[in-house]
């Protein structure tokens, strides 16, 4: 069954520095998304893709964050000055809404912990 | 209550025994999701229901929806010890494509 990929599993990065999530989403899926989930606490929207733009956005998606799919394959994920409050285990997900009611696939997941 | 509450937070079963959890929303929503997520994994999608069902299987699983109450209930029969995980259910509201999650039930099935 067709997956959604993530990499890095596991990210540490120093407070300050940028750092770019990598995903890839179900090759036939349309529309792409990511959460994140702080440890102990619920799964919290992020972003919506759609047609090479963001369509929906959170209050947590502020100017520190950005989206690309700068292939026909990847969709990333980039924080450009990284805050300690920024760790968490980051979720991609993909689904195909040229149909109503269609699930979201999630990937694994990228922690990521900031020092 | 945030958007999508389960209850209870914990259960614990043995293998064999069914489990029952529950989930709440406030608002209109276009359909409801059930996933699983085992530790330190991904979220695994289960089963979807639409707003105008009220009732829905697969394979073990048994979902229903009360949109007069704003809950829906996730009953895993026959649980084995696989099945310990935690459970999440998460809503899509009529417009946009976000989903809610609510905070999940932790499931521990005894072998």
């Known amino acids: 069954e067709p997956e959604v990929t993530q990499t890095p599993s596991h990210q540490v990065t120093q407070m300050g520095q940028e750092v770019i999530l990598r995903c890839v989403p179900i090759?036939?899926?349309?529309?792409f998304y990511w959460y994140r989930q702080i440890l102990g606490q619920k799964v919290e929207f992020l972003v919506s893709?759609?047609?090479?733009?963001?369509?929906?956005k959170s209050e947590i998606f502020d100017d520190q964050f950005s989206v690309e799919r700068p292939d026909g394959s990847n969709f990333t994920l980039k924080i450009r000055s990284t805050k300690l409050e920024d760790s968490a285990m980051y979720f991609c997900?993909?689904?195909?809404?040229?149909?109503?009611?269609?699930?979201?696939?999630f990937g694994d997941g990228t922690r990521l912990s900031i020092l | 209550s945030q958007q999508g509450e389960e209850d209870p937070q914990a259960l614990s079963i043995q293998e064999g025994e069914n489990a029952t959890m529950n989930c709440s929303y406030k608002t209109s929503i276009n359909n409801l999701q059930w996933y699983r997520q085992n530790s330190g994994r991904g979220l695994v999608h289960l089963i979807l229901?639409?707003?105008?069902?009220r009732e829905k299987h697969s394979g073990r699983l048994r979902v229903t929806l009360d949109t007069s109450k704003k809950s829906s209930s996730l009953l895993i029969t026959a649980s084995r010890a696989a099945d310990t995980a935690s459970y999440f259910c998460a809503t899509l509201k009529a417009a946009g494509n976000k989903l809610t999650f609510g905070g999940g039930t932790r499931v521990l099935v005894k072998p």
């Open positions: 893709f759609y047609n090479n733009e963001i369509s929906e």
């Open positions: 090759s036939n899926h349309l529309y």
């Open positions: 997900a993909s689904s195909d809404r040229g149909r109503d009611y269609q699930p979201q696939h």
């Open positions: 229901i639409r707003s105008n069902e």
